[in-house]
């Protein structure tokens, strides 16, 4: 895909993401990206333009982050021809894990990944579908160190600028489709 092409792709995405103030909380302005995949053709082209970057990068796994990080996570490692390892909230996870916690603006949360889930890992992809504060995704890149994965890049259909998230991936290759 071309800079144009992706130029006109990233305005069809921004066009068609729903925008919902006060959700879940007053302040924030939720980037609904259910519409982008009701929409096939589109979903399909940003799958796509998600992917492409990193074609030919050595990704052999993709690790996408619960819950709508799983959504475009799973078909870029399809497209990747790469393995899909979910860092899911705690809890869900049956087997032996390991564990990041990360801090939220009241508490923490953390993400859990199976022990085994990057055996023979050589690059690792995290998929996520926003970048806000970035503390969610620099969990996550932990979380793939801690199980003895290298993290490649980060990608994400969308960036919320103004929030610097970039700042706390440590240097790591950051993609994103969309910026607000
Ligand atoms: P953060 O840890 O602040 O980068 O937040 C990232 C996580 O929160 C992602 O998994 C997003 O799904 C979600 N998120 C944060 N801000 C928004 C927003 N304005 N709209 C939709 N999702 C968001």
Redesign the pocket.
Known sequence: MNGEDRAALASAVKGTVREVPDFPKPG????DITPVLADPALFSRVMMALAAPFEGQGITHVVS?ES??FILGAPVALELRAAFVPARKPGKLPAEKVREEYALEYGTDALEMHADALRGAKGVLVV??????????AAACRLVEKAGGKVVACTFLIE?LA?N?RSKLGGVRVESLITY
């Open positions: 924030i302005l939720f980037k982050i709508r990080g996520d579908d926003v970048l806000a504060t970035g503390g969610t995704a919320l929030l998230g």
